[in-house]
């Protein structure tokens, strides 16, 4: 019964339905007295309702997204790639492992040095290194960066600043909900070259994968497309990504893999 109370807690935190005021009420009363270790063994015993009263914060992206040194998400799947001279598609099975090398707070933003970021399955090749990137929380929004090569991105982060941002994708825009459209520069009056809420998913992972604490609330799946590429990406709070997917409408690459291991 507290596992369900949680779960709908966690629900209404990070997906604003049209209207529930009165039946929020009453499930925050209903776990005032809930600890959030019951969420996960890694969180300390807080009250309930003060790690809410924090993830609704202006801090929302830092709680929702664990981004501390040493945290690894290994996906398996498949990817197709171009072959020989780029005409012909090969493909087959992939193990990616994204990492955040190094993490630390500049100010309000905090800043995490990642070494292969799923994106970067887009252009999957038999032995090509992931490469290093960064990620951005600040208040409510995540914020990725890809520079040139691996010293640019260890100098952007040994020497970050917010005008950085300025070059940066953003990945989320928390809270999210049905429908909710982000990321689109410049705007349009179509929903391309932007993120989008494409669907909610209140049930949890049938299977949780080895390593990885149970994440708080729904899964969200963004999708992303443009006129030469698509992308989807799975995201649960408190886990982080659950799926990938990429696919481009004229050179062939594509790729789809799901979290199987955290450590």
Not at 20 to 44: C, H, K, M, T, Y
Request: net charge positive; with cysteine.
């Amino acid at each position: 019964m507290i596992f369900r109370t949680i779960i709908a807690i966690c629900f209404l935190a990070l997906w604003h339905p049209p209207s529930a005021p009165a039946q929020e009420a009453q499930l925050i009363a209903r776990a005032q007295r809930v600890s959030v270790a019951a969420l996960d063994s890694g969180f300390q015993a807080v009250p309930f309702a003060r790690w809410l009263a924090t993830l609704r914060g202006p801090n929302w992206c830092a709680v929702a997204v664990p981004l501390r040194t040493g945290l690894a998400w290994t996906y398996t799947g498949s990817a197709l790639w171009s072959g020989g001279d780029g005409t012909r598609a090969d493909s087959g099975d992939v193990s990616w492992t994204m990492t955040i090398v190094a993490a630390r707070d500049v100010g309000s933003v905090r800043v995490a040095l990642v070494r292969g970021f799923v994106s970067q399955l887009a252009r999957y090749e038999p032995g090509k290194p992931p490469r290093l990137s960064l990620l951005a929380c600040r208040g409510s929004q995540l914020f990725g960066l890809e520079p040139a090569g691996d010293s640019a991105a260890r100098h952007a982060y040994d020497h970050w600043g917010d005008a950085l941002l300025q070059h940066a994708e953003l990945l989320l825009d928390l809270p999210l909900h049905d429908g909710q459209l982000f990321g689109q520069k410049p705007p349009r009056d179509d929903a391309l070259y932007a993120w989008t809420v494409a669907a909610v998913r209140p049930e949890v992972l049938s299977a949780l994968p080895t390593g990885c604490g149970r994440g708080a609330g729904p899964r969200f799946e963004l999708s992303y497309r443009s006129l030469p590429e698509h992308a989807v990406i799975e995201w649960q709070p408190g886990l982080g990504i659950t799926r990938y997917a990429y696919g481009h409408h004229g050179t062939p690459a594509a790729a789809d893999v799901r979290l199987r291991a955290c450590r």
